[in-house]
């Protein structure tokens, strides 16, 4: 059981490593020399763990985006209306990025970049975390809160690609500002285009 825990621990410190030189140096310019000389490890010791520097891209987000989606579910529970339900999962989400922006550096600029995370379980993860706002759509046309012709996959598809801008220009600032400036704004905006007309206050 020792055993097994020491192998954890090296494990969790390999991977704090790359993530810290990752986001402090870009995933281009960093080594698998850089990562194991940072975890206090030898070039083989590593290997042992990882099988080189893009395993260790798809495995840092994986960790984190399937922590987000444990939590989801949760976050969402009890909560009535499609709109708030809406509101909590991007007030959730941007609290979550600003809780972990090294996580975040990683899967906004390098891993979405790389041609091979369509074929990774982070992908899946991500995809699982983003159906929970098709459901959330679905419900707000089904029970008239949102208009009747919504199409939840285009709706998604903005919502997500709202998000993404938003973070994506956070990140590229260096983090220089909060992400819930103007939100409520840029919330009302996108809701705007889903509801259904006799929405009131």
Same mark, same amino acid.
């Given at each position: 059981m020792a055993h097994k825990n020491s192998k954890e621990s090296t494990r969790d410190r390999i991977i704090d490593s790359a993530k810290k030189l990752f986001a402090e140096q870009g995933y281009q310019k960093t080594t698998i020399v850089d990562i194991s000389r940072q975890a206090g490890l030898s070039e083989a010791a590593l290997y042992e763990y990882f099988q080189g520097k893009e395993d260790l891209l798809l495995t840092i987000p994986d960790?984190? *985006? /399937? %922590? !987000?989606?444990?939590?989801? #579910? %949760?976050? !969402?529970? #009890?909560? $009535?209306?499609?709109? /708030? $339900?809406? =509101? +909590? @999962?991007?007030?959730? @989400?941007?609290? =979550? &990025? %600003?809780?972990?922006?090294?996580?975040? $550096? &990683? *899967? @906004? !600029?390098?891993? +979405?970049t790389n041609a091979n995370f369509m074929n990774t379980e982070v992908y899946s993860n991500v995809k699982a975390l983003y159906s929970h706002l098709l459901d959330i759509f679905e419900e #707000? =046309?089904?029970? #008239?809160?949102? +208009?009747p012709d919504l199409n939840p996959h285009f709706a998604r598809d903005i919502f997500v690609g709202t998000m993404d801008h938003i973070i994506t220009r956070w990140l590229l600032k260096d983090r220089s500002y909060s992400l819930f400036e103007n939100l409520e704004n840029i919330f009302e905006l996108m809701v705007d285009a889903f509801i259904a007309n006799h929405r009131t206050g």
């Open positions: 960790l984190w *985006v /399937s %922590e !987000l989606l444990r939590d989801l #579910g %949760e976050q !969402l529970f #009890g909560i $009535k209306g499609a709109v /708030s $339900k809406l =509101r +909590k @999962y991007l007030w959730w @989400y941007m609290r =979550r &990025i %600003e809780q972990a922006p090294l996580d975040a $550096k &990683i *899967v @906004y !600029l390098f891993l +979405k #707000g =046309r089904e029970t #008239g809160e949102m +208009k």
